[in-house]
């Protein structure tokens, strides 16, 4: 049986992942900022303000998977939640670099990234070889992150995989959960023009993508994993009243209001990335939900 060590593994990708990992017949172990050997999926300590793991977690692991990383969009970008949001996404990269040269080195190394990095595009068509966007932080640690990745690749010559998440559809957290709410009183929004396009990914898909990572060993570099029909948000915001299936209001919320709701971190839900899915799908990934619709009601009646 084979073990896969999960950095953040108790997050919201990480709790789906750890289950269909297991169903698969993986043992699945956990390196978390809270030992608790006693879980499903015991959790091995790291701190990576002291620069410190726990070595028996990467001596059981045949392969790594990293998704820890402080929430995007959990607090207000002040200077200080900017510095935790890349540093702890960085300092992980650095930590299993350094572990992975000095305790053990995994048979792969499958590392969150995400379609941030694209900026905001408009309708152009990104793919993977597309530059980095102009502006913005969310840019700018996307970057930085992908930067921390590749500095690990060169170093250690471990198969690295960097995953570009796109939008994860959840009913448990992320952005559908929070555009879900206002429709359980029968009213939605969509953002500014409502123009800004999404590109989405079931969380089945996005933890397919993962485990495909790790069992295929020709993939490596870097991978868009986003479905193949992104929405504009308008359009999205109808899939998920058409999905909740009651008659629902839909309101624009202004650019304005949601700039004044959330300073800079309006960008998270104002950015526009049109985001192919075309290098996935040539490495042979099939995506289980390519309709928006479909993908909100299985996530929604499922609960996941
Ligand atoms: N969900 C999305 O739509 C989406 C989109 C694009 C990219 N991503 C990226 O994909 C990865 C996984 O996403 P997710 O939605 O599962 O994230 P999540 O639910 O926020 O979970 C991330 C995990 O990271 C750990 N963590 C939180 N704050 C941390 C900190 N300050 N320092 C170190 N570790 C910390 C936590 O694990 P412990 O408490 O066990 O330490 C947490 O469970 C993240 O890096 C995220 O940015 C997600």
Not at 136 to 165: N, P, Y
Not at 174 to 199: C, H, N, Q
Request: glycine share 8%.
């Amino acid at each position: 049986m084979k073990t896969i060590l999960i950095a953040g593994g108790t997050g919201l990708i990480g709790n789906r992942l750890s289950y269909l990992l297991t169903q698969k017949g993986y043992q699945v172990i956990h390196l978390s900022r809270t030992e608790n050997l006693d879980a499903t999926y015991p959790a091995y300590h790291w701190d990576l303000e002291k620069g410190t793991m726990d070595e028996t977690a990467l001596l059981k692991a045949d392969y790594v998977i990293n998704l820890a990383g402080a929430g995007i969009a959990d607090k207000r970008w002040t200077i200080s939640r900017k510095k935790l949001i890349i540093d702890s996404r960085a300092k992980g990269n650095e930590l299993f670099q350094n572990y992975f040269q000095t305790v053990k080195k995994p048979k792969a190394y499958v590392s969150s990234a995400a379609i941030g990095i694209y900026g905001d595009r408009g309708q152009e068509e990104l793919d993977e070889l597309s530059a980095p966007g102009k502006d913005g932080f969310l840019m700018e640690s996307c970057v930085l992150w992908e930067q921390s990745i590749k500095a690990l690749e060169d170093a250690t010559h471990v198969r690295t995989v960097i995953i570009r998440v796109g939008i994860v559809l959840s009913s448990q957290g992320g952005a559908l959960e929070k555009m879900i709410l206002p429709f359980k009183v029968r009213t939605g929004s969509y953002f500014g023009d409502g123009s800004a396009i999404y590109s989405w990914i079931h969380i089945d898909d996005i933890c397919g993508i993962f485990i495909k990572a790790v069992e295929d060993d020709s993939m490596k570099g870097i991978y868009n994993a986003v479905s193949p029909n992104p929405l504009s948000n308008k359009e999205l915001t109808y899939a998920i009243s058409e999905a909740m299936g009651t008659p629902n209001l839909i309101v624009p919320a202004p650019t304005f209001a949601l700039r004044l709701a959330m300073g800079e971190m309006a960008d998270v839900v104002l950015t526009s990335a049109k985001v192919s899915s075309n290098k996935i799908e040539k490495a042979g990934y099939e995506f289980k939900f390519t309709d928006a619709v479909k993908a909100v009601k299985d996530v929604v009646e499922k609960e996941l």
